[in-house]
């Protein structure tokens, strides 16, 4: 997760039962590269120890102790001047209504003062307190201020009750932290859209033709994008993945439907990277019943489908943003022959080659072997290496071309 490795992460923990997720949230970070420094208020500190923050950082957590200690007087701005983004999670609503009154009265609240840094905060409380007009009000004005706040989840509260309140899961707080970390970077106010997935093409109401793509590079390559700060919409089919935090995300299922989103997207986007199988062939007919097996094996005649590349590059001179179209090759055999031929009918920019026949590369695994074509004829091959890893590579690439 490159996108996290050397930032410099302020954690603030309050006072509420949720606290112990922070300590994962606090590992993760650090997993992924991050410096986490970690500062508990006297509450926190009833539900989870400074220890437990030092295990997982490796570095010195702090608390309101250490206000009152030898380094007092540079502790509060030094921690808030050196990091690159304050995240109070969880964040109750006591200390949730001193940051929007500008209190210091505690390490974090005199912290998060001195700090000029972007603000993120995840509110978590047991019901009604989220609601309550106090709160509403206190998050209106530090949303103002420019403060980032993470929605509560719904589900089952510490109290029994069920409400909103509860802060979100790891991965989630991870892909908020990772959009605001990114929102100025090198892709900010550029648009990407990336396709994801396997499409599936409807035979009657419960088959359907589909192939063994998992979306996996397509949702990295969303996550890469995000990361550099693009605006980016995820066209997907069915996946079992959960889309990066930030992603305006459009659900389709079949060839026809991706195309239509796919151009309906294109008319302000920058740069379109069709990371998804798109099927090449349908069913002719959709039964509208289910085939029964006593009808016999079924015929079953089948119609090509649109390619959407091919029609997004004759429409290229009507979209007059889109600077960059890319595409892969899922090739079997002759893989850079074959590249370099869709590079070509399809007017690509770039196209990445992946040979499906190893078993370390192309569906469905992790990790993934591309060469990279480009339309000025220079190509790069990249060394076997995670998903993530060639997607961080691609957008690198696309924001190249991009200018
Ligand atoms: N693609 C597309 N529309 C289709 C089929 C594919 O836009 N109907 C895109 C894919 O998303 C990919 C690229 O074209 O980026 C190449 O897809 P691939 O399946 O490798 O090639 P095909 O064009 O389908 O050709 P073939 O099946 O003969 O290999």
Same mark, same amino acid.
């Given at each position: 997760m490159s996108a996290l490795s050397n930032k410099r992460i302020l954690l603030g923990v309050t006072?509420?039962? *949720? *606290?112990? =997720?922070a300590a994962d949230l606090a590992s993760k970070l650090t997993q992924a590269g991050a410096q986490v420094d970690v500062v508990l208020t006297e509450s926190a500190q009833k539900f989870i120890t400074p220890l437990t923050f030092q295990s997982v950082t490796g570095r010195r957590a702090y608390t309101d102790a250490d206000l009152w200690g030898d380094e007092a007087h540079v502790l509060h701005v030094g921690l808030g001047h050196a990091a690159d983004l304050l995240v109070i999670a969880p964040c109750t609503a006591n200390t949730l209504a001193k940051l929007a009154h500008g209190q210091a009265d505690s390490l974090l609240t005199v912290t998060a003062l001195a700090s000029n840094c972007p603000l993120l905060l995840a509110p978590a409380m047991d019901g009604g307190m989220y609601d309550h007009a106090a709160t509403q009000e206190n998050l209106d004005t530090l949303k103002k201020r420019g403060a980032y706040i993470i929605e509560p989840a719904e589900g089952h509260l510490a109290s029994g009750l069920t409400g909103k309140g509860r802060l979100p899961e790891t991965p989630e707080l991870i892909g908020h932290i990772r959009l605001l970390l990114g929102? %100025?970077?090198?892709?900010?106010k550029r648009k990407v859209i990336v396709t994801a997935g396997g499409t599936q093409e409807p035979l009657d109401p419960v088959r359907v033709l589909t192939n063994k793509s998992s979306g996996k590079q397509g949702y990295a390559l969303a996550q890469a994008a995000l990361d550099a700060g693009a605006e980016v919409t995820l066209i997907t089919t069915p996946t079992s993945l959960t889309p990066p935090v930030g992603a305006n995300v459009v659900n389709v299922q079949t060839a026809k439907q991706m195309l239509d989103a796919v151009l309906n997207e294109s008319a302000d986007a920058d740069a379109l990277i069709m990371a998804a199988a798109v099927a090449d062939f349908r069913p002719k007919t959709l039964a509208k019943d289910k085939i029964k097996k006593e009808g016999g094996v079924p015929q079953v005649e089948l119609e090509g489908t649109e390619d959407i590349l091919k029609t997004v590059s004759s429409r290229r001179s009507d979209? =007059?943003?889109?600077?960059v179209v890319a595409g892969f090759a899922a090739e079997s055999q002759h893989l850079l022959e074959n590249a370099s031929n869709k590079l070509e009918s399809k007017s690509l920019d770039m196209i990445a080659a992946n040979d499906?026949? *190893?078993? %370390? *590369?192309?569906?469905?695994?992790?990790t993934n072997r591309v060469t990279l074509l480009f339309a000025d004829g220079s190509r790069e091959s990249l060394s076997l290496m995670s998903k993530t890893e060639v997607a961080e590579i691609m957008i690198e690439r696309i924001g190249k071309l991009l200018g």
């Open positions: 006072g509420s039962i *949720a *606290a112990y =997720k929102r %100025d970077g090198w892709l900010a979209l =007059k943003r889109l600077r499906i026949s *190893a078993s %370390d *590369a192309g569906f469905s695994v992790e």
